[in-house]
C-alpha cells in the first residue's frame, strides 16, 4: 500500500505542471480588456475574453457589456450557451422576433441557457454585463437575415 502512495504522489507532482500550463491565468475584474463587440453583434457594447478563444473548438468565458437600451435581435447557436448576469437588468426571451412585452428580466446572479438552435432574443434596460460561456466556435444566425449587422 505504501509503494502505491508513492507511486501516487510522484505521478501528481509530475502531472501537476502541465494542468498548470493549461489553466487560463487568474483575473480581476478591473483587469479585463475592453473591445467593441464584433459585427456579428450590434453595435454599441463592448466585450472581454476572460478565457478561451470563442472562434475556436474550445471552452470559452465572454463578458459582454450592453448600454440600456441595447437589442439583440432573434437569433440563434450552433452550440449551447450559457448567460449569466453580472449586473445589470437583462432580458430574455424566446421566439422568432424580439418582443418586449414577453420575456423574463434577470438580475445580478440570474442566469440562463439556451441550447443550441433554439430562437431567442436579449435587451437591456440599464447598463448591463453577462459572463457567456459555452463550447465555441461561437457563431450567430439571425431569425431575420435583415436583423444581422455583419450584413449591413
Known amino acids: 500500500m505504501r509503494k502505491i502512495s508513492l507511486a501516487l504522489s510522484f505521478l501528481l507532482v509530475a502531472v501537476a505542471p502541465v494542468v498548470a500550463q493549461d489553466m487560463s491565468p487568474p483575473v480581476n475584474a478591473k483587469d479585463l480588456k475592453w473591445a467593441p463587440v464584433p459585427n456579428i453583434l450590434p453595435a454599441g457594447a463592448t466585450f472581454a475574453v476572460v478565457s478561451g478563444d470563442p472562434y475556436k473548438d474550445e471552452p470559452?468565458?465572454?463578458?459582454?457589456?450592453?448600454?440600456?437600451?441595447?437589442?439583440?435581435?432573434?437569433?440563434?447557436?450552433?452550440?449551447?450557451?450559457?448567460?449569466?448576469?453580472?449586473?445589470?437588468?437583462?432580458?430574455?426571451?424566446?421566439?422568432?422576433?424580439?418582443?418586449?412585452?414577453?420575456?423574463?428580466?434577470?438580475?445580478?446572479?440570474?442566469?440562463?441557457?439556451?441550447?443550441?438552435?433554439?430562437?431567442?432574443?436579449?435587451?437591456?434596460?440599464?447598463?448591463?454585463?453577462?459572463?457567456?460561456?459555452?463550447?465555441?466556435?461561437?457563431?450567430?444566425?439571425?431569425?431575420?437575415?435583415?436583423?444581422d449587422p455583419s450584413k449591413k
Open 60 to 147: 470559452y468565458v465572454l463578458r459582454l457589456k450592453m448600454p440600456a437600451g441595447y437589442k439583440i435581435p432573434a437569433h440563434n447557436h450552433p452550440t449551447s450557451e450559457y448567460v449569466t448576469v453580472i449586473s445589470g437588468n437583462f432580458h430574455l426571451g424566446l421566439g422568432d422576433k424580439l418582443d418586449p412585452k414577453k420575456g423574463m428580466v434577470l438580475t445580478a446572479g440570474g442566469f440562463a441557457a439556451a441550447p443550441a438552435k433554439m430562437n431567442h432574443y436579449a435587451w437591456t434596460t440599464s447598463p448591463t454585463i453577462v459572463q457567456v460561456h459555452g463550447q465555441g466556435p461561437f457563431a450567430i444566425t439571425y431569425v431575420d437575415p435583415a436583423d
